[in-house]
């Protein structure tokens, strides 16, 4: 199932867009309009033409990395600089290589609200489009330009809930130096202007201004007040913000206190990074039904340990010219609903595999990540194939290097390899975004609605 507007955002509890910029949000649902005209059309004939058929594709997959300042090599804004590139556009989308969708298709939870991937139609109109020679056509046909503007000056969220954040706190300003190392700082800052308990519906972050954003690699901030600690949100390049479930949130205490977290990459001038974290909150007096982590991380190794339930982990030691698997298991305490996967690894990982297996023994394979250390794509399942793991339930986490010559992102296959911050390191983790059903009876409603759906439905 493939969702056709902007409206996945509205369940959405991540969203998959490039980080340093992104399109102003106005234009966004002509665009989507269009697309989807686009994609009721027929098979593609011997006519299509970029404005008319090429472009609106463009625009929704590829021109949020595809543009000046942003992340990708070069520009597909208008017409000359995709005709320049026209063969290599058909390559890249016939390979399934462009735009970055790095999950398994062939095993697993196939079903998600922000897939922006190509449909095999959409392809073959760009086969088309190229094989035809990459015409023109008539610019009157165009879709509206998009009108992109630099993270730091747009809320993405503003979008869906017609108000700019409830509440931004500030992080203090850190000076990273030029060209240095890579630095974690955690500057903190005190929560204010919150006058009584909150419940968190949506939270994004963002730089506070472009020169914050050259330097911003990510940010894990994380919450402490009296209700407790716990992490706030986990952002990475192609992850922004989390939109709870509709049915979901967390809470914010007066007096709470935010330790931002922050992976500063150094630019070639020093540069005061601040960060924003722009908060959504549910109407004054209500409280969602069930409270959120958010992400959670489960690991595969335990290098830097951890007080959670274990079976069997350990430490990460990846040999020089070889490839190798860590497994962690968890067992889950609570009724869970997992509502989005993110993973990471770093530039030896090959893949990571998420499993459930039931307190009945039923074994299930939930989600397989082609891992790539460039995109740190949040998966966020649509509603109804959102897995629903009874307490007891066991995750089981893979995940696999190489460390070979064949892994074209290995800086160095005769490194023995550790676990550790630095790109050259390792991590084994998954972020899972998920969401407690304490109440049994609640939770087997839920089971049986699903297993009520024929199974058409159910993807
Ligand atoms: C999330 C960001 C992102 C999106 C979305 C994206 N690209 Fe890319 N693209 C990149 C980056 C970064 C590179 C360079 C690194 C690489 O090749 O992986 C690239 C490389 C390419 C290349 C190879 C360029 C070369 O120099 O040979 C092509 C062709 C391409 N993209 C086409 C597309 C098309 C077509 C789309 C949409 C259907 C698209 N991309 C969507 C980020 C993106």
Redesign the pocket.
């Given at each position: 199932m493939r969702i056709e507007s902007r409206q996945w955002l509205a369940e959405a509890a991540a969203a998959v867009m490039?980080l340093t910029l992104l399109p102003a949000a106005a234009s966004a649902q002509a665009q989507d309009a269009r697309v989807a005209m686009a994609r009721a059309s027929a098979a593609p004939t011997a006519d299509v033409t970029f404005h008319k058929d090429v472009e609106a594709?463009?625009q929704r997959?590829?021109q949020?990395?595809?543009r000046p300042g942003?992340?990708?090599?070069?520009s597909?804004l208008t017409y000359e600089e995709a005709r320049r590139?026209a063969q290599?556009?058909r390559?890249?989308?016939e390979d399934r290589?462009?735009?970055?969708w790095p999950y398994d298709r062939t095993v697993g939870i196939q079903s998600f609200k922000n897939d922006?991937t190509?449909t095999d139609g959409e392809i073959a109109t760009?086969a088309a489009w190229v094989d035809g020679g990459a015409p023109e056509g008539n610019a009157a046909d165009a879709p509206p330009p998009i009108e992109w503007k630099p993270a730091s000056e747009y809320w993405e969220y503003e979008e869906f809930y017609g108000r700019p954040p409830d509440l931004v706190i500030e992080s203090p300003p850190y000076v990273v130096q030029a060209n240095g190392m890579d630095q974690w700082p955690e500057p903190v800052a005190e929560v204010i202007g919150l006058e009584g308990e909150r419940w968190i519906r949506a939270i994004e972050i963002r730089p506070k201004d472009p020169r914050s954003g050259y330097v911003f690699h990510h940010g894990n901030p994380s919450l402490e007040q009296e209700a407790g600690r716990g992490g706030l949100i986990a952002s990475a390049v192609?992850k922004r913000g989390e939109i709870y479930p509709e049915d979901a949130g967390k809470l914010i205490q007066p007096g709470a206190r935010v330790s931002f977290g922050m992976h500063f990459h150094p630019y070639d001038e020093d540069v005061e990074a601040v960060m924003q974290l722009g908060l959504w909150f549910y109407p004054e007096g209500e409280r969602p039904k069930y409270e959120t982590p958010g992400e959670v991380q489960f690991r595969a190794d335990q290098s830097t340990g951890s007080s959670r339930d274990i079976a069997r982990r350990a430490d990460l030691l990846i040999p020089p010219n070889s490839t190798a698997t860590y497994q962690g298991t968890y067992v889950l305490r609570q009724n869970t609903r997992i509502q989005s996967l993110r993973g990471h690894m770093h530039v030896r990982g090959k893949n990571q595999i998420l499993e459930a297996i039931y307190p009945d023994g039923r074994r299930e394979l939930i989600s397989k990540l082609n891992w790539d250390h460039?995109?740190h794509t949040a998966f966020v399942y649509e509603n109804d194939v959102r897995p629903l793991l009874p307490r007891g339930t066991v995750l089981l986490i893979t995940s696999i290097f190489d460390n070979t010559a064949d892994n074209p992102l290995n800086p160095d296959p005769n490194q023995w390899v550790v676990a550790g911050s630095r790109t050259v390191d390792e991590m084994s983790h998954i972020w899972v975004g998920l969401t407690y059903i304490p109440d049994d009876g609640e939770f087997q409603a839920m089971v049986e609605e699903r297993e009520r759906r024929p199974m058409a439905a159910r993807d």
């Amino acid at each position: 199932m493939r969702i056709e507007s902007r409206q996945w955002l509205a369940e959405a509890a991540a969203a998959v867009m490039c980080l340093t910029l992104l399109p102003a949000a106005a234009s966004a649902q002509a665009q989507d309009a269009r697309v989807a005209m686009a994609r009721a059309s027929a098979a593609p004939t011997a006519d299509v033409t970029f404005h008319k058929d090429v472009e609106a594709i463009l625009q929704r997959s590829c021109q949020t990395c595809h543009r000046p300042g942003s992340v990708a090599p070069f520009s597909m804004l208008t017409y000359e600089e995709a005709r320049r590139y026209a063969q290599r556009i058909r390559d890249y989308t016939e390979d399934r290589v462009m735009p970055p969708w790095p999950y398994d298709r062939t095993v697993g939870i196939q079903s998600f609200k922000n897939d922006h991937t190509l449909t095999d139609g959409e392809i073959a109109t760009i086969a088309a489009w190229v094989d035809g020679g990459a015409p023109e056509g008539n610019a009157a046909d165009a879709p509206p330009p998009i009108e992109w503007k630099p993270a730091s000056e747009y809320w993405e969220y503003e979008e869906f809930y017609g108000r700019p954040p409830d509440l931004v706190i500030e992080s203090p300003p850190y000076v990273v130096q030029a060209n240095g190392m890579d630095q974690w700082p955690e500057p903190v800052a005190e929560v204010i202007g919150l006058e009584g308990e909150r419940w968190i519906r949506a939270i994004e972050i963002r730089p506070k201004d472009p020169r914050s954003g050259y330097v911003f690699h990510h940010g894990n901030p994380s919450l402490e007040q009296e209700a407790g600690r716990g992490g706030l949100i986990a952002s990475a390049v192609g992850k922004r913000g989390e939109i709870y479930p509709e049915d979901a949130g967390k809470l914010i205490q007066p007096g709470a206190r935010v330790s931002f977290g922050m992976h500063f990459h150094p630019y070639d001038e020093d540069v005061e990074a601040v960060m924003q974290l722009g908060l959504w909150f549910y109407p004054e007096g209500e409280r969602p039904k069930y409270e959120t982590p958010g992400e959670v991380q489960f690991r595969a190794d335990q290098s830097t340990g951890s007080s959670r339930d274990i079976a069997r982990r350990a430490d990460l030691l990846i040999p020089p010219n070889s490839t190798a698997t860590y497994q962690g298991t968890y067992v889950l305490r609570q009724n869970t609903r997992i509502q989005s996967l993110r993973g990471h690894m770093h530039v030896r990982g090959k893949n990571q595999i998420l499993e459930a297996i039931y307190p009945d023994g039923r074994r299930e394979l939930i989600s397989k990540l082609n891992w790539d250390h460039a995109w740190h794509t949040a998966f966020v399942y649509e509603n109804d194939v959102r897995p629903l793991l009874p307490r007891g339930t066991v995750l089981l986490i893979t995940s696999i290097f190489d460390n070979t010559a064949d892994n074209p992102l290995n800086p160095d296959p005769n490194q023995w390899v550790v676990a550790g911050s630095r790109t050259v390191d390792e991590m084994s983790h998954i972020w899972v975004g998920l969401t407690y059903i304490p109440d049994d009876g609640e939770f087997q409603a839920m089971v049986e609605e699903r297993e009520r759906r024929p199974m058409a439905a159910r993807d």
